[in-house]
């Protein structure tokens, strides 16, 4: 058996606040109480994984399914393995994004110093710092838009120097905008179909022999893209124009369009920003959904500091463009450093 606890429970008179969860692996109730509790449904869950004693250790969320009632803790156990073990099978986990001493500037404004990372495969590896850190110049540099003038970025041993940002999206990196960047006047459909552009072959002659030729290509993409939207439950705005969407769907568009690139390492910029709580958790839901689905590695830049130690495995902290701590999550934002930055100090 393994217990965990309810948190942020949706409104429902049953429930009477957050309660303690006992669950068995792979159960479709709980008991809480002593009584038996169906597995409620669109849950996240901001404590996770256990040891084999079925502690929790404070990593990453798990998902459950049935109804709505309230949102709750659920972990998939694994009784053999415990996380000391879990931690050395990442550390030996080959690097897929390597960042090498890279510093930006614009004029005499030293965005990034000298920083440095390591992200292994399959981790989701946090990003943090107080508002002009350097989060997202970081991000700009690995993905082209900045590149480093000194420093290496390098992702699956590739030099990512100097490579035009459409060429690092076919490398197989993907990443979602800080402020949102969909195309207003498209379909939701449509906008999550451009992440597709750089598996599509389009000419003048396609088009004229469309039913012969272009038309099997956009039946295929059509196809993944169909995967995606089950995936985020996107399914009852796909036709909608997207600028009419609420703020929560839309930044799900954004990581369904991301997705739709097929990559293999993914990069969220304040994927949460101007989200209420409800939103919040929904989106952590389908991150996690899609890391399982597809495999992915992900870097997460983000302000809310219970996401970040929630889901992530380690965490590098950035203070005025430098590195200012770099480690597994629990330690890097707890260090005094990270703490006078964001709070500061007497």
Not at 213 to 236: H, M, P, T
Not at 274 to 286: H, L, S
Not at 310 to 315: G, K, S, V
Not at 322 to 339: C, H, Y
């Amino acid at each position: 058996m393994c217990r965990v606890t309810c948190v942020q429970p949706l409104t429902d008179a049953r429930s009477g606040g957050p309660q303690p969860v006992i669950m068995e692996e792979g159960a479709a109730s709980a008991k809480s109480n002593g009584r038996d509790r169906a597995v409620p449904q669109a849950a996240i869950v901001m404590l996770s994984t256990v040891d084999k004693n079925c502690n929790p250790v404070g990593r990453k969320c798990g998902i459950t399914a049935a109804n709505n009632c309230y949102i709750a803790l659920y972990c998939s156990v694994n009784k053999q393995e415990t996380m000391p073990t879990s931690s050395a099978t990442q550390a030996l986990a080959e690097p897929v994004l390597t960042c090498d001493n890279v510093s930006r500037w614009f004029g005499g404004v030293h965005a990034l110093a000298n920083v440095s990372m390591t992200v292994r495969k399959r981790q989701i590896y946090g990003l943090v710092g107080p508002n002009g850190a350097g989060k997202t110049t970081l991000v700009n540099a690995i993905t082209g838009f900045y590149p480093p003038q000194e420093g290496e970025v390098r992702f699956e041993g590739q030099r990512l120097n100097g490579v035009r940002p459409h060429k690092i999206a076919g490398c197989g990196i993907a990443r979602t905008f800080q402020n949102v960047a969909l195309f207003r006047g498209m379909s939701v459909l449509d906008n999550i179909l451009l992440g597709r552009h750089i598996f599509m072959r389009p000419s003048a002659l396609a088009s004229l022999f469309y039913w012969w030729w272009a038309e099997r290509e956009e039946i295929a993409n059509r196809e993944k893209v169909e995967e995606i939207i089950d995936l985020l439950q996107l399914e009852s705005v796909r036709d909608e124009p997207v600028e009419v969407v609420p703020l929560g769907m839309q930044k799900r568009v954004e990581l369904a369009r991301a997705l739709a690139a097929e990559p293999r390492m993914l990069i969220l910029d304040e994927p949460m920003a101007g989200m209420n709580q409800e939103e919040k958790e929904y989106i952590v839901r389908f991150i996690l959904d899609a890391q399982e689905a597809h495999d992915l590695t992900i870097l997460l830049i983000e302000h809310h500091m219970d996401v970040i130690t929630a889901i992530c495995d380690r965490a590098l902290v950035l203070n005025n463009g430098r590195m200012i701590a770099e480690g597994p999550v629990l330690e890097a934002v707890n260090d005094p450093a990270v703490v006078a930055a964001y709070i500061g100090q007497d």
